[in-house]
């Protein structure tokens, strides 16, 4: 597990720059119903991000954290992975998720993400719309994977996960570089203890040969899961890697057809 049941986002919340936001229940392409989490900027910037929760699936963290980014004009999206055999309700803090997550699959898992990005991928007005994925842990491995959807993401921004070795059927990040077609920031804890630098470097060096625009930047001493409200100790990275964040959304947005 990325964080503990009570672990929050490390942003401080901005009075009065989110609206609309509540969970609302999708519908898969194999008409499965999963629910999600949807948080609506009051001053758009024509970027939308799909965030990818860790093993949890949609924990309060993520709807938080959906509502921060909204608050900096950014629509967001949080959808949850246990639909299909945890059904639609709110769980409560000792829900069993890893009873769960071996019963996921890529093809669902996919099929889920291409789901939330169309309902991502248009304003109220019908405007285009620059589409982002975030992750953590596991979200991270899989936001790391929606570059290979052919969904025509303007960025990727995966938090410590994991982009070598096998995970059920889920493609190993490293391994479908090639397919790859947007832009990447890699953000990586320095002392995570199962990431280890040899296995970020490789991802690195993997998305350079495929020619993807990418940064990688590892925080020095910040475990796996830093960013958290609870790890005080490691807030000038959550702090960083937040900015970076931002700016990668910023820079990336600016494309014909998306208001800046």
């Known amino acids: 597990m990325c964080f503990d049941d009570?672990?929050?986002?490390?942003?401080?919340?901005?009075?009065?720059?989110?609206?609309?936001?509540?969970?609302v229940t999708l519908t898969s392409e194999d008409g499965a119903n999963?629910?999600?989490?949807?948080?609506?900027?009051?001053?758009?910037t024509g970027a939308s991000i799909l965030i990818l929760p860790?093993?949890?699936?949609?924990?309060?963290?993520?709807?938080e954290l959906a509502a921060r980014f909204a608050e900096q004009g950014i629509d967001a999206l949080a959808i949850d992975y246990f639909g299909r055999t945890a059904g639609l309700v709110p769980r409560p803090s000792d829900f069993d998720f890893m009873a769960h997550v071996p019963q996921t699959r890529w093809p669902t898992l996919a099929a889920d993400m291409r789901t939330g990005l169309t309902g991502l991928g248009a304003?109220?007005?019908?405007?285009?719309?620059?589409?982002?994925?975030?992750?953590?842990?596991?979200?991270?491995?899989?936001?790391f994977l929606s570059g290979t959807l052919g969904l025509g993401l303007a960025g990727i921004i995966g938090f410590y996960g994991p982009p070598v070795g096998p995970s059920r059927d889920t493609p190993a990040p490293i391994?479908?570089?090639?397919?790859?077609?947007?832009?990447?920031?890699?953000?990586?804890?320095?002392?995570?203890?199962?990431?280890?630098?040899?296995?970020?470097?490789?991802?690195?060096a993997a998305l350079g040969l495929a020619g993807i625009e990418h940064r990688s930047i590892t925080y020095p001493g910040a475990p796996h899961s830093f960013f958290d409200r609870k790890a005080?100790?490691?807030?000038?990275?959550?702090?960083?890697?937040?900015?970076?964040?931002?700016?990668f959304i910023r820079a990336h947005s600016l494309k014909p057809g998306v208001s800046a």
């Open 6 to 23: 009570d672990s929050r986002p490390p942003i401080a919340p901005i009075a009065g720059g989110a609206v609309d936001a509540a969970r």
């Open 34 to 44: 999963f629910s999600a989490f949807r948080a609506r900027a009051a001053q758009p």
């Open 54 to 63: 860790d093993a949890r699936g949609l924990h309060a963290y993520f709807e």
């Open 123 to 143: 304003a109220g007005d019908g405007t285009a719309r620059a589409l982002f994925t975030t992750g953590f842990c596991m979200g991270g491995r899989l936001a």
């Open 175 to 204: 391994d479908v570089v090639e397919q790859m077609e947007s832009p990447v920031l890699a953000l990586w804890g320095g002392a995570d203890q199962g990431i280890r630098p040899e296995m970020t470097r490789a991802f690195d």
């Open 232 to 247: 005080a100790d490691f807030g000038e990275a959550s702090a960083a890697a937040w900015a970076e964040t931002l700016a």
